[in-house]
């Protein structure tokens, strides 16, 4: 028999000489992770337990740590048992003997040890479960890479409604006992299974999971669930799922919350779960790192096709090749029966900040060879960066590629992402092309009536994903599409937005309190099965417009509004509904889809509301610039870099004022000044708006602007 028992109690925990006693799931960065500054405790800190004699009832006892972020130095009485690099892998080892269990974690900077660089907190921490898993003295392999030592591979013919299930052990017995649908077979190591009309494990629309169980003559066993499915990638076409066209549409998602930091219950995955189920999506990306087992369970049980991948990210380190290919080794095992997992992403990335040399090249080859030798069932992914040169050697490695871009956001203008997967598929009409990040940060609390990037407004945020939404449903042959991020989270090093500590690309907020309505729009466009109508702009209440925008979401294909009981206008379309209405003073708002109903209230003010602008310098660059005639025979900052560079006399002045501002931006800028997609990218962005994102105050604009107004084109 095995027993597993949770030792989640009974912690001591110290760090700097401090002791509290504590419970797991526990990070020392819950707080301070999330607070902004860049300054949250990194360094070595011990948890301490004893492990009674009562606790090691088997022949062999193994102790099991979920997570500790990111290296581990596990101690019996001060008598090291072992060594793990990688905070989100679980691993194992064997305990002798009772005694005084410490674990040392560490989350100290390291040169070998991904991840060191990236826009996320690396809360230090035992934050998943620990267990001790007691076994007979013949039993599955337990300690090899956290493996739960049964694999099984179902090939499914979809002619035949067939599947070929292959159930593979790891055990140091003599033979086994396999059972899979009905059937048990006595076999060495591993036995082949025929399921005939077959059940698929077929997406949101029914998971289905079969359960594989093999039994030792001691008594141990163990179980899996398993889903019987087909995953093909076609360039033009884009993902199928079991034969059919399955356009995966869905979000990423990082393991952390506020207040609560990595140390996450099952309940938090639940409700996460809940949402990604909410909006409709039938894809997640679980970046950037190894998520908890029980998450990948939940995306088996409720359908939704996983992206899986390595913190290997934005930096090449020299001495990290080995935990690369140990973290991707640790994943695959671990993760393998899983029928959720479509692929195994490489990096993300990790061009950001490393040359595409042979050193990073042959790291991906390695990693590369390592999934396809530990996985011939699946393909390997990469998320690139949009520097990155779409002839890069590199992108000949993963299996299918796919890009982050944030045009319209960051830099350029939302157009260019269109223009970007044109010209990629155009050029490699046979490779498989997906869209692994977008997004645009907003805080609930911004709002305007012109939204413009950079405003952090839900309205920017709004008309961002908008225009992402129809770019994507043009291009039917991108294999997946994942917004950045589902949940706003911690990235203790940015400040920005009004708020400390946090990346604010959520669709939902870090507490998962609040649904920004760019929530709602993909929830139109995705959520087939329960009726809704979101009404824009409820935060957005004090209002100096004339005539206002009121914007309804829905799933329903006809959307009546209400001013004051008053019918304004009925309209069909899909997934977004535009209304204007006069202002006068305070207005009930109601917006009706069938029997669903949404309502607000808004009211005319007199001047702005400045509690609703973030950036109140760029606001008054924008309204001054509205104002203003502008003479278009001459060049002014509406002209885009690239048409002005071009002119004998206004191609100087710009590049003289570019080459300044590069001279105090430093390294920074010499590789904007080195890469071609970024100067191409730049090229096609007006001046203004350039301005603009290079924090250009009012007067330097006006000057600028002034001076090209005086030259004729
Ligand atoms: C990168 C990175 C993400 C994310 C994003 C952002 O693309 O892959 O981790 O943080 O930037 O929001 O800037």
Excluded at 128 to 154: A, M, N, W, Y
Aim: hydrophobic share 35%; with cysteine.
């Amino acid at each position: 028999m095995r027993k597993t028992m949770l030792i989640n109690d009974g912690w001591r925990f110290t760090k700097e000489g401090q002791t509290q006693a504590v419970t797991l799931p526990h990070t020392w960065n819950a707080l301070d992770g999330q607070d902004g500054g860049n300054d949250y405790y990194r360094g070595v800190c011990r948890y301490e337990r004893e492990i009674r004699p009562e606790e090691l009832s088997g022949e062999v006892n193994v102790l099991e740590i979920d997570g500790a972020n990111h290296t581990a130095r596990v101690y019996l009485d001060d008598a090291l048992l072992t060594t793990h690099e990688g905070g989100y892998s679980a691993f194992r080892v064997e305990i002798p003997r009772p005694g005084t269990l410490a674990v040392e974690v560490d989350n100290r900077d390291s040169d070998r040890v991904y991840p060191q660089k990236a826009d996320f907190t690396f809360y230090g921490g035992l934050y998943r479960d620990v267990k001790l898993i007691s076994v007979p003295r013949e039993h599955f392999e337990l300690l090899k890479d956290g493996t739960p030592g049964i694999q099984v591979t179902p090939l499914v013919d979809l002619e035949k409604k067939q599947a070929t299930v292959t159930v593979r052990t790891w055990h140091n017995g003599e033979t086994v006992d396999i059972t899979v649908h009905g059937e048990t077979k006595t076999v060495q190591r591993e036995a082949v299974f025929t399921i005939e009309n077959v059940h698929l494990w077929d997406g949101t629309n029914d998971p289905y999971l079969y359960t594989a169980t093999a039994q030792l003559p001691s008594g141990d066993a163990v179980s899996v669930r398993f889903g019987c499915r087909v995953f093909e990638f076609d360039p033009q076409k884009g993902f199928r799922l079991n034969g059919r066209s399955y356009p995966l549409r869905g979000v990423s998602r990082h393991q952390d919350k506020k207040g609560k930091g990595n140390a996450l219950l099952y309940a938090d995955h639940a409700a996460d779960m809940d949402i990604i189920r909410e909006i409709g999506a039938n894809t997640v990306r679980l970046a950037h790192y190894q998520h908890a087992q029980a998450f990948y369970d939940l995306c088996d049980e409720n359908g939704i096709v996983v992206w899986a991948e390595i913190p290997y990210i934005t930096l090449h380190m020299p001495n990290g090749r080995g935990n690369t290919l140990s973290q991707m080794q640790e994943l695959i095992t671990q993760c393998y029966n899983h029928p959720s997992i479509a692929v195994w992403g490489l990096s993300n990335e990790i061009t950001a900040a490393s040359a595409v040399n042979e050193a990073l090249l042959e790291n991906h080859r390695a990693l590369n060879d390592l999934c396809h030798r530990l996985d011939p069932t699946r393909k390997t992914t990469m998320a690139n960066v949009f520097m990155l040169e779409i002839d890069s050697p590199i992108l000949q490695i993963p299996d299918v590629n796919s890009y982050n871009l944030y045009y319209g956001w960051y830099l350029g203008e939302l157009e260019q992402t269109d223009e970007f997967f044109d010209e990629y598929h155009a050029k490699y009409p046979d490779r498989v092309i997906g869209f692994s990040e977008y997004g645009a940060d907003a805080n609930p609390a911004f709002h305007s009536a012109h939204p413009e990037k950079g405003e952090y407004s839900e309205e920017y945020q709004c008309l961002y994903h908008e225009h992402m939404l129809r770019m994507i449903e043009a291009r039917p042959y991108l294999w997946a599409t994942h917004v950045w991020n589902l949940f706003d989270f911690a990235a203790d090093g940015r400040d920005e937005g009004g708020k400390h500590g946090e990346n604010q690309k959520g669709l939902v907020t870090f507490d998962r309190q609040t649904r920004k309505d760019a929530f709602y729009l993909y929830k139109a466009a995705w959520n087939r099965t329960e009726p809704f109508v979101h009404l824009c702009g409820s935060r957005y209440v004090n209002r100096c417009e004339e005539e206002t925008e009121i914007k309804v979401y829905s799933n329903r294909s006809e959307v009546s509004l209400y001013a004051d009981g008053v019918l304004i206008g009925t309209q069909s379309g899909t997934a977004v509904f535009r209304f204007r209405l006069p202002l006068t003073g305070e207005h009930q708002i109601e917006a009706r889809a069938g029997a669903c109903r949404d309502t607000m209230v808004i009211r005319r003010v007199a001047a702005p509301d400045e509690s609703y602008i973030f950036n109140k310098a760029a606001a008054s660059v924008t309204n001054w610039f509205d104002a203003e005639e502008i003479d278009p025979a001459c060049f002014s900052i509406l002209d885009t870099l690239g048409e002005i560079r071009q002119h004998p006399q206004a191609g100087p002045i710009v590049e003289a004022m570019m080459a300044k501002g590069a001279s105090e931006r430093g390294d920074v800028a010499d590789a904007v000044k080195d890469n071609p997609v970024l100067q191409r990218m730049m090229g096609r962005m007006t001046m203004v708006s350039l301005l603009k994102q290079s924090g250009a105050d009012e007067q330097s604009i006006q000057r600028l602007n002034r001076i090209l107004q005086g030259i004729r084109k």
